[in-house]
């Protein structure tokens, strides 16, 4: 004997998954803002966002990508942050840019920024993968084959577990800030600033710095390493100012001089 099937009710369960809220922006259930490559071409996902991109962040918040984005404007960036408090969740997606494009993820506000930036992949943009400000905190984030650096930080920013690889302009460059358990390798440049890590009044923290075509890592005044290994680094794995040793690193397979 056959059951009649329940009636399921699909209006409150898509409700409940997504709300629209004013000018059409979409959140997930738990209010975050979600973007997607539909909706950066459409504009809209905060005041004052255009259609196309940079998709442009005005409003503090949480916001999640929903998919790849892939810039299709020469010259344009991938994401302009314009607000203080904000946290941007790639979700393990990757922004594309087009070589000729402009800056993956940037800050232009003023005073202290704040944002948070997390899991996910900034590739093949023309300069910086990230370019943030003060009091920004970025982990999990993969910064590849970019023609600037891969991120750039500070003061008081906290880079973790990231990886910054084969930038044209550097790895990681920051001032009063901290890096752990990140990655720096095969990144390109001419000159000093365009190393494997550049840091200036900050701490280096048990990281991978190899394979970088000027120097590993550039401590400049002030800056506490400790717990690193650092190899093949073309120009020399080290090159420090008033550096502040704080325990022991590797340089080319022996403790750092």
């Known amino acids: 004997m056959c059951r009649a099937s329940k009636p399921i009710r699909v209006m409150p369960l898509v409700a409940a998954l997504m709300l629209a809220g004013p000018a059409g922006t979409v959140h997930a ?9 539909a909706r950066a071409l459409e504009g809209g996902v905060t005041p004052g966002d255009e259609p196309g991109f940079p998709v442009t962040i005005s409003e503090p918040g949480s916001y999640r990508l929903a998919s790849d984005l892939r810039v299709t404007v020469p010259s344009a960036g991938a994401v302009l942050v314009a607000s203080a408090h904000v946290t941007l969740d790639l979700n393990g997606f990757t922004i594309f840019g087009m070589h000729n494009a402009g800056f993956g993820i940037a800050y232009r506000n003023d005073g202290d920024n704040m944002t948070v930036v997390k899991n996910g992949t900034i590739r093949d943009v023309n300069a ?3 370019y943030l400000d003060a009091f920004a905190t970025v982990s999990d984030v993969v910064t590849a084959l970019n023609g600037g650096s891969g991120m750039v930080a500070g003061p008081y920013g906290l880079i973790t577990n990231c990886k910054a690889i084969g930038n044209r302009g550097g790895g990681f460059y920051v001032t009063r800030s901290i890096i752990s358990n ?3 390798g095969h990144n390109e440049g001419r000159i000093e600033p365009e190393s494997g890590i550049v840091a200036s009044e900050s701490l280096v923290l048990d990281s991978r710095i190899d394979g970088n075509q000027v120097y590993g890592l550039v401590a400049g005044r002030y800056t506490g390493y400790r717990g690193n290994y650092l190899a093949n680094n073309r120009l020399g794995d080290l090159r420090s100012g008033q550096r502040i040793p704080l325990g022991p690193n590797s340089c080319s397979h022996v403790l750092c001089r």
């Open 29 to 37: 259930v738990d209010g975050v803002v979600l973007i997607t490559q």
């Open 182 to 184: 990140s990655q720096a």
């Open 128 to 130: 910086d993968g990230i």
